[in-house]
């Protein structure tokens, strides 16, 4: 049996004004939290910060910790991953208008939906618990 490479990533769970920030994936038509690799010597702290900042462009800070997610994926290289996410409550740090770092191959755009819809809108069922964790947060900004 082939061994999985296991990926570890960090995301954020954006809540301002009753809503929360959804990135749509344009050439896939899905729906979830900005998320990504952590890298060499970053906390996934950092990391969720960075890519809440290069995916969505906008500056976020953590106010609660959220927990692990872990799932396996196909990738377009043919291969099976193991992916553990570790995901935090963020508000926006401030007012400060989105300016996006986007990598080669990522099309995303920003999507905020209102914290009761955010649940039919999301397109995996992995992001749906970390949707329902924030819900139940006592740290969530309403």
């Known amino acids: 049996m082939e ?16 809503q929360v920030l959804l990135i749509e994936w344009l050439s896939r038509r899905t729906f979830d939290f900005p998320k990504g690799k952590i890298d060499e010597g970053e906390s996934a702290q950092q990391a969720a910060v960075r890519e809440v900042k290069e995916e969505t462009g906008y500056d976020a800070r953590i106010i609660d910790e959220l927990g692990d997610v872990t799932f396996e994926f196909n990738w377009s290289d043919g291969k099976r991953y193991l992916k553990t996410v570790t995901y935090y409550l963020m508000e926006l740090a401030n007012n400060d208008a989105p300016v996006t770092n986007l990598q080669p191959g990522e099309d995303f755009e920003n999507y905020w939906v209102k914290l009761d819809q ?7 069922s992995e992001a749906k618990d970390v949707l329902q964790r924030a819900l139940n947060s006592p740290k969530l900004p309403i």
């Open 118 to 124: 955010a649940e039919t809108v999301l397109t995996y």
């Open 3 to 18: 061994t999985k490479k296991h990926i570890f990533s960090a995301g954020g769970v954006i809540v301002h004004d009753g």
